[in-house]
Nanobody, 117 residues
């Protein structure tokens, strides 16, 4: 099992920045990737960004390319999401996800990000 704890959410005005963190514990040696998803009110959860744990390959949703940056600290078992030039449509609960062994997904509890215009 992997436990995930997110932090760093909050409220910001449009154009501002926030940095999310997600710390993993438990079977972290078996993690193959970590990523971020988000869910706005009344909408389905959607992919934001992912990073592979070994070689660090990265993928972003088109909606955040050029504004968000995902990174990792393997020693701390932590993944980060630096969010710049935030827009009101980025408002959502942001969830961290870890994939273990290519088979199992673990989710964090979510952190609220609110962007006001």
């Amino acid at each position: 099992q992997v436990q995930l704890v997110e932090s760093g959410g909050g409220s910001v005005q449009a154009g501002g920045s926030l940095r999310l963190s997600c710390a993993a514990s438990g079977r972290t040696s078996s993690m193959s990737s970590m990523g971020w998803f988000r869910q706005a009110p009344g909408k389905a959860r959607e992919f934001v960004a992912t990073i592979s744990w070994s070689i660090g390959s990265i993928r972003y949703a088109d909606s955040v390319k050029g504004r968000f940056t995902i990174s990792r600290d393997n020693a701390k078992n932590t993944v980060y999401l630096q969010m710049n030039s935030l827009k009101p449509e980025d408002t959502a609960v942001y969830y961290c996800k870890a994939m273990v062994g290519g088979l199992y997904d673990y989710w964090g509890q979510g952190t609220q990000v609110t962007v006001s215009s």
